[in-house]
C-alpha cells in the first residue's frame, strides 16, 4: 500500500509499506478521501515538530470502508462505511468530570499518533462512526469539521428566532454558518476576503465585508436595534475579538471557536455592562459527529460547494505548496485511491 509522510521541513514523501493486520479492538480502513485542515497545514509549516513524531503519518479528516476486523470488534463488519472521531480519549480521569472529548490527557489521532493520509488505516474501534450506504463518501470527508461547527452551535444553544453573526468565513466559519442557519436562525457573516464573501454568497448567506461596511451598524439595523444573540468567533484575529462585545446585544452569547495561542485584549467593561457570556469550545463529542452524518447524509445543504479541490494522495508535496499560494480555497480532498 501507499502512505504519506511528513519529514519535516515543509516536506512530504511517498513511501511503499505492507497493510498491517488489525489488532485487537481494532479495525483496518480502506481510506476514501482524507480532507486537509488548517491544523495540518500548521505541521506543514513546522509549527507543531515538537508535537508530532517525525517522520509521520498524519491526517483525521476522513472517510473509507471497513477492510479488516480484529478480534473483539462488535458492531461492524468489512464493507461498512465509516468515519473516524480522531479522538483518543483511554487515558480519562474522573478529574475530566466526564468530559471525554477534552480530557487532560487527550490524544488527537493524525497528530499524536498515526493518522489518515495513506491507503489504509489501522484505528481502534471505539472511534468508528458507521454510515449508511447511501452516504456520499466524498462528503463523509467533511463530517469532522462538520462536527467542530454542530458543537459551536450546540453550546451556543442558538434559538430559531435569534440573530447569529458568524466573525470569519473561511471553512470552519461557513460550516458554523450554515449549521446555524439549518436551526431556524437568521446569520450574518462577516468575512474580509473577497473570495470567501463570494463562495458564502453561493450558499445563499447574508455576508459582508467589515473593512467596506460598518458591521455595528449593518447588525443594528438588520435586528431593529437588538444586536445579536449569539456571535461565534471564528477568525482568529484581534479585530474580530474587538468588534465581538461591539455587536452583541443584551445578555448575548460569544462563542470563541477560533484558537488563539497568546492572551489577547478583550473588552471586559462590555461582558459587564450586557451581562454577555463567554462560551469556549473544542472539537466535538459523539452526538455532534452523529448530527453531522444526519445532515451530511440528508443532502439539504450544498456541501459539496465547500470542496474546491480532491487531488490524488500520491501528489500531497504539491497540495500543500498549492494551499500555500492560493490560500482562498475551501476544502481540499485527497483520494487515497485514486
Known amino acids: 500500500m501507499k502512505a504519506t509522510i511528513y519529514q519535516g521541513n515543509q516536506t512530504f514523501s511517498v513511501i511503499e509499506k505492507d ?33 508530532v513524531k517525525i517522520p509521520e503519518t498524519i491526517g483525521h479528516e476522513m472517510s473509507g470502508v471497513i477492510d ?27 478529574s475530566d468530570k466526564g468530559f471525554n472529548h477534552i480530557c487532560q490527557e487527550l490524544k488527537f489521532i493524525g497528530i499524536d499518533s498515526p493518522g489518515a493520509m495513506q491507503q489504509y488505516w489501522n484505528v481502534p474501534a471505539f472511534t468508528l462512526h458507521k454510515l449508511s450506504e447511501e452516504t456520499d463518501l466524498k462528503l463523509a470527508a ?8 454542530v458543537h459551536d452551535v450546540r453550546l451556543s444553544g442558538l434559538q430559531s428566532d435569534e440573530t447569529a453573526v458568524v466573525l470569519g468565513g473561511g471553512p470552519i466559519g461557513l460550516l458554523v454558518a450554515l449549521v446555524a ?21 453561493e450558499f445563499g448567506l447574508d455576508v459582508v465585508n467589515p473593512t467596506k ?16 444573540d449569539v456571535v461565534f468567533e471564528v477568525a482568529g484575529a484581534q479585530a474580530a475579538l474587538d468588534i465581538m462585545t461591539e455587536i452583541s446585544g443584551i445578555r448575548g452569547r460569544i462563542v470563541l471557536v477560533a484558537i488563539h495561542g497568546q492572551k489577547k485584549e478583550v473588552d471586559l ?5 450586557k451581562e454577555l457570556k463567554l462560551i469556549g469550545a473544542r472539537v466535538y463529542e459523539k452526538d455532534d459527529y452523529e ?22 494522495l500520491t501528489n500531497i508535496q504539491q497540495v500543500f505548496e498549492h494551499i500555500d499560494k492560493n490560500p482562498d480555497g475551501m476544502k481540499v480532498l485527497m483520494e487515497c485511491h485514486a
Open 291 to 312: 448530527k453531522s452524518i444526519e445532515l451530511i447524509t440528508a443532502m439539504d445543504i450544498p456541501f459539496d460547494k465547500m470542496i474546491t479541490d480532491v487531488q490524488p
Open 181 to 201: 442557519r439549518s436551526t431556524g436562525a437568521r446569520v450574518i457573516v462577516s468575512e474580509v476576503n473577497e473570495k470567501r464573501v463570494a463562495k458564502a454568497k
Open 19 to 51: 497493510m498491517e493486520v488489525p489488532g485487537r479492538d481494532e479495525v483496518r480502513i480502506k481510506v476514501a478521501y482524507v480532507g486537509v485542515c488548517g491544523t495540518d497545514v500548521h505541521i506543514y509549516h513546522g509549527m507543531m515538530d515538537k508535537r
Open 142 to 149: 467533511l463530517v469532522e469539521p462538520l462536527s467542530v461547527a
Open 68 to 94: 479488516a476486523i480484529g478480534m473483539d470488534v462488535i458492531g461492524f463488519k468489512v464493507g461498512d462505511k465509516v468515519v473516524v472521531r480522531p479522538l483518543d480519549d483511554r487515558k480519562a480521569k474522573p
Open 269 to 273: 467593561f462590555k461582558f459587564f455592562w
Open 213 to 228: 461596511i460598518d458591521l455595528v451598524k449593518y447588525v443594528r439595523d438588520k435586528t431593529d436595534g437588538r444586536l445579536a
